[in-house]
């Protein structure tokens, strides 16, 4: 499969801003964090260049890397990589979170790209990492447990009202 997993360069502002139409407006917080309405590509790249180094992050943020997916030049999804863990993370988050657009789903990109996010984890340094999802997102525990995902526990998330599932995933070398 030809998808290219990384992060964002300043030669894809115009792929950026397509990418972010196959979203719906109310809840773009699955295509970008470092993005609000009216901000100029430019800024959003030296958000995510200092999150991506640990500078100045706000309280409570851990290091972060947000990769996305490209696949014949344009942006499918992506994954938002925690390069460590803190108590909220450890609740709700883990270290990623992925999402791919309604129209390229079923086809195997997020089993791609969190394939690719485990090997960027590697190379952080990470031996293991935590992924959370809700209890009934299927697709989502699918990839989770094809990657050997090892279910902690289920908890009551009352932030979201759900029950959810932590798991651990080894990185093997
Ligand atoms: C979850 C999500 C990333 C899956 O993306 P995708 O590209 O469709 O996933 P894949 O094509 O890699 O499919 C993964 C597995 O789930 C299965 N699957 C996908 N959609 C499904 C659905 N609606 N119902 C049941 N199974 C489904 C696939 O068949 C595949 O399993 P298989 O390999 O055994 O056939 C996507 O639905 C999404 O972005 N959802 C909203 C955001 C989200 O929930 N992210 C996860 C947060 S933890």
Redesign the pocket.
């Known amino acids: 499969m030809s998808l290219i997993l990384r992060p964002l360069k300043e030669s894809d502002e115009t792929s950026f801003f397509e990418g972010m139409k196959l979203w719906p407006e109310d809840d773009l917080s699955?295509y970008t964090f470092a993005w609000k309405p009216g901000m100029p590509y430019s800024t959003m790249m030296a958000i995510l260049d200092k999150e991506m180094k640990g500078i100045d992050l706000a309280p409570g943020r851990v290091p972060h890397s947000m990769l996305y997916g490209f696949v014949d030049g344009k942006i499918i999804?992506r994954v938002s990589v925690r390069h460590s863990l803190n108590e909220m993370l450890r609740k709700r988050g883990g270290n990623i979170?992925?999402?791919?657009a309604e129209p390229?789903?079923?086809?195997?990109?997020?089993?791609?790209m969190v394939r690719q996010s485990l090997q960027y984890c590697r190379d952080l340094g990470l031996d293991k990492i935590m992924?959370?999802?809700?209890d009934n997102?299927?697709?989502?525990w699918?990839?989770i447990e094809?990657f050997h995902g090892e279910l902690q526990d289920k908890v009551w998330d009352e932030e979201d009202n759900e029950m959810i599932r932590r798991y651990w995933i080894p990185l093997t070398k």
Do not use: H, L, M
Request: charge should be positive.
């Open positions: 699955w999804g979170g992925y999402a791919v390229y789903r079923r086809s195997g990109y997020a089993t791609e992924i959370t999802c809700s997102n299927i697709p989502s699918k990839i094809k």
